[in-house]
């Protein structure tokens, strides 16, 4: 996959110290990914680079939200998201990137990309169960969750009422109450 230029950071040019790198995230972005879940994004990505003598360290902060299909209901809705990560990037003979934490670069690279790193911090900052806030408080009204509402096993107390008991189980119940 060809990496995208404006998530490469030419690092060779930048003073020792910090520096602040913004970037906003929409649907494009994961177009190229080919990643489907989402029906828009609007995510910011702040990224700070701490550049010493030696190494690189990354500071990535995501907030933003995500438009994604509800699991219950399939009805769309906005998921808010945050995610940070931090990352080292220190100087090798070889590119290594083994460890989660830790990227090696060869010695005579001048740039580092860091839109795979990007496209995991947001698909790993939405929740595994996805659920439309109009479901858990009641607001929401669909036809899908009134089909879910009448298929839905009834309580046993209504169970209860509803069908004839054997009178030889209230006998047996007598005897719980009656010591």
Avoid at 23 to 50: A, R
Avoid at 107 to 118: K, R, T, V
Avoid at 128 to 154: A, F, Q
């Amino acid at each position: 996959m060809k990496p995208l230029k404006e998530f490469t950071i030419p690092f060779v040019g930048l003073k020792v110290g910090t520096h602040h790198f913004n970037f906003k995230i929409e649907q494009t972005f994961f177009d190229y990914f080919e990643y489907e879940d989402f029906n828009d994004v609007n995510v910011n990505v702040d990224v700070e680079l701490i550049k010493n003598t030696t190494l690189l360290d990354l500071h990535f902060k995501i907030s933003g939200t995500v438009n994604i299909n509800c699991d219950v209901t399939n009805e769309p809705y906005d998921q808010a998201i945050e995610n940070d990560f931090d990352l080292v990037v220190n100087f090798g003979e070889e590119y290594n990137d083994d460890n989660i934490d830790i990227l090696v670069l060869p010695h005579g690279a001048y740039e580092i990309n860091i839109q795979q790193y990007i496209y995991e911090l947001i698909v790993l900052a939405v929740p595994i169960k996805r659920v439309h806030p109009g479901v858990e408080d009641g607001t929401l009204r669909s036809d899908i969750l009134e089909k879910l509402n009448e298929l839905s096993p009834k309580l046993n107390e209504e169970k209860e009422k509803n069908e004839d008991i054997d009178p030889r189980w209230n006998t047996l119940k007598k005897l719980l109450t009656d010591k």
